[in-house]
């Protein structure tokens, strides 16, 4: 199984390095996740695959901390860190990530230590500063979630909740109901809604 | 595991809807935008309607977002409160502006000033005399290099009478409603469906692009798709999508002389 899970992250992080800067890849729901290590504001690295080898369950969150939407949910509401809460007892690892390009809001390693600080952010902010992992999982706003299953396989893509604005929450917690049916031993009910947000500032 | 559950499960039944304190304060207009507002007419009269104005002049380079489908952003919405028997109809939006930035992040945008027009019906019942206040609540979001939310608390003040005449803002409205995208005539738009593709094509067009509604059915890759310096589109559609069955939104058509149209699209697969 370890072999088998290491052979194919050597496989995706080939795709992540052929489709970084060019090609638009889109991590659908059912599809391989691409693997990749990046470092976390506090220089630990982190990787995927290492994590899915544990048998970890992993949500990614696009990360911006001045825009309105992850000051939505990271300040006013604290959807994020709630709902890590409720999950981290459950195997499974949330990593924030973090596309926007150098010059751009909210890029820069002091800006983002800052953001966990002020945050009270329980779990690492990775830099992706030339926005490659970014690309091969086709994130396009902050937040935008994707959850990744011990296999490998992409099991959710798209927003937070289900209310588009920069203030009010939504109904319906996407990735907390995503987790809940993984968690029962079912297949994703909502696998994939429109993400929204500010876009991730990638370089031009 | 299970006991784990238990109160994830609780949360998710709960809601996690929330909203902010009613008296949570009103943040300042930001410079980003400059909101405004107008009337058709000076006065409201009984039985009748008028066109209400909403102004966004933005700061260069700043954009707000189209009501259609986007990858980010959301548009402006106005909320009126209106009393008994008054009827806001739907807010009458121009063609926005196709802006693809890097990573293949799509939008349909305005830059410099956004003019929407509402109409409002003045019910029959309304006493004339008294000056009738309605409260309304304008939010956006502005997005340079970065985003910035707004919002704007103020009313409009419009008094009833028996006769009306028109405003100093009537030109602008006119030229806002003027401004708004058509349906397309009948004949003046070809449409081709094939196994996955849809070709839309008008003879005298030197340049179309496609501006999805948000229920548009799904298309592949509007990046790629949505635009082309010639009279012909295909845009490849994209994975069925529950409650997304029609070909809708604005196609913009560049003619020659640098003048361009639009026209509103709604057509069923195959028609």
Redesign the interface.
């Given at each position: 199984m370890k072999k088998k899970l290491i052979t194919r992250a050597i496989l995706t992080v080939l795709a992540v390095g052929m489709l970084a800067g060019s090609a638009?890849a889109k991590a659908a729901p059912g599809d391989e996740a691409a693997d990749f290590t990046l470092t976390d504001t506090a220089g630990q690295a982190h990787t995927l695959s290492n994590y899915l080898a544990e048998g970890k369950t992993v949500v990614l969150e696009w990360f911006n901390p001045?825009?309105?939407?992850i000051v939505k949910h990271h300040q006013?509401?604290k959807?994020m860190n709630e709902s890590f809460a409720?999950?981290k007892?459950?195997d499974v690892v949330w990593l924030a990530i973090n596309?926007n390009?150098e010059g751009?809001?909210g890029h820069g390693l002091e800006r983002n230590r800052k953001a966990v600080k002020d945050y009270a952010i329980p779990f690492p902010v990775l830099m992706d500063p030339e926005?490659k992992v970014?690309?091969a999982y086709?994130?396009?706003?902050t937040p935008h979630m994707f959850i990744i299953t011990p296999d490998g396989k992409v099991a959710y893509n798209g927003a937070i909740?289900d209310?588009?604005?920069?203030?009010?929450?939504?109904?319906?917690?996407h990735v907390?109901?995503a987790?809940?049916d993984l968690?029962?031993g079912q297949a994703v009910k909502v696998a994939e809604t429109a993400?929204?947000?500010?876009?991730?500032?990638?370089?031009? | 595991m299970r006991l784990l559950l238990l109160p994830l499960l609780a949360w998710l039944l709960i809601g996690c809807g929330e909203t902010p304190p009613e008296d949570q304060a009103t943040p300042a207009p930001l410079p980003q935008v400059t909101f405004s507002h107008a009337t058709s007419h000076q006065e409201a009269v009984p039985g009748q309607t008028l066109q209400l104005l909403w102004r966004f002049d933005m700061a260069p380079q700043w954009h707000l977002y189209g009501p259609g489908r986007n990858d980010s952003g959301f548009p402006p919405s106005v909320r009126l409160d209106l009393p008994d028997g008054w009827v806001a109809g739907p807010l009458q939006w121009p063609a926005p502006e196709r802006y693809v930035m890097a990573g293949g992040i799509l939008d349909h945008v305005y830059h410099g000033q956004l003019l929407l027009v509402q109409e409002l019906q003045v019910p029959v019942s309304a006493a004339v005399g008294p000056q009738v206040v309605i409260p309304l609540q304008v939010d956006w979001l502005a997005c340079k290099d970065a985003c910035v939310p707004g919002q704007a608390k103020t009313s409009l003040k419009l008094t009833v009478a028996e006769q009306t005449t028109p405003s100093a803002e009537i030109a602008t409205i006119e030229k806002a409603l003027a401004a708004v995208p058509v349906p397309a005539p009948e004949g003046a738009l070809t449409m081709t469906w094939s196994d996955g593709w849809v070709e839309l094509e008008v003879a005298d067009a030197t340049g179309l692009a496609f501006y999805p509604d948000q229920d548009c059915l799904a298309l592949a890759d509007l990046v790629r798709d949505g635009e082309i310096d010639s009279g012909r589109l295909k845009l490849e559609l994209g994975k069925a999508v529950a409650g997304q069955t029609r070909l809708k939104g604005i196609l913009k058509q560049q003619l020659s002389g640098g003048v361009a149209r639009h026209w509103t699209i709604n057509i069923q697969p195959g028609g």
């Open positions: 638009w001045d825009c309105p939407f006013t509401h959807t409720r999950v007892d459950n596309s390009a751009k809001q926005g970014g690309t086709g994130a396009k706003t909740d209310n588009r604005s920069a203030a009010t929450l939504g109904e319906t917690n907390l109901a987790l809940h968690m029962q993400p929204y947000g500010c876009s991730v500032k990638y370089a031009q | -």
